[in-house]
């Protein structure tokens, strides 16, 4: 599973005024500024956790996908030329706090990873089809949509299987199973 995302899921879920004022508040100031400053297209990115949100992550990312939108009706009322559009974005993998590199750390000084549960799946995508998508967005946005692009879901046993198989070199790497944290979705 995405360490920087459990990572902030955890952050929201134990902290939900901070969660309120980087994914809405700061949300509204980059809508704000962009309008201000008359920019050409902003696309928001967002999280497949605002689909039906159940954590408070997924619920302010949500409200900053509806922001956006609400904004792009401002604009068009108000003939301001900017474009704005959302983005979701599963998991990119290999980004800081990834969980594939902090597998492959463990796998390297504990001999064991850790996984929270066995049956749980996740959206994973490369940095650059992350930038292709934020590229394509981009240049089909008409304003207020919110792009969800198919993604691939993987199981995460068969990804941590996969990762051991990689880098295990040969020695015996057990899993650890840490169950599901405040907030987490199991698919």
């Known amino acids: 599973y995405h360490l920087a995302a459990l990572k902030h899921v955890k952050s929201c879920e134990y902290n939900p005024c901070e969660a309120i004022k980087t994914n809405i508040i700061g949300t509204k100031n980059v809508i704000d500024c962009s309008i201000y400053h008359n920019i050409e297209r902003l696309i928001y990115t967002s999280t497949d956790k605002a689909a039906n949100p159940s954590n408070v992550m997924g619920i302010t990312k949500l409200l900053g996908e509806r922001l956006v ?4 009706n401002y604009c068009n009322k108000h003939d301001i030329g900017t474009i704005m559009s959302s983005l979701r974005f599963g998991n990119i993998i290999g980004s800081r706090g990834s969980v594939i590199p902090l ?78 944290r405040d907030g987490e979705k199991i698919y």
């Open 69 to 72: 939108s609400s904004a792009q």
């Open 103 to 180: 597998w492959i750390d463990q796998i390297k000084k504990d001999r064991f990873i850790t996984l929270t549960d066995p049956s749980m799946s996740r959206y994973l995508i490369t940095n650059i089809e992350a930038t292709r998508l934020i590229l394509k967005s981009s240049e089909i946005a008409k304003g207020g949509e919110v792009f969800l692009f198919k993604m691939a879901s993987i199981n995460m046993m068969e990804l941590a299987n996969a990762v051991i198989g990689k880098y295990s070199c040969g020695n015996k790497i057990g899993i650890n199973i840490i169950g599901i």
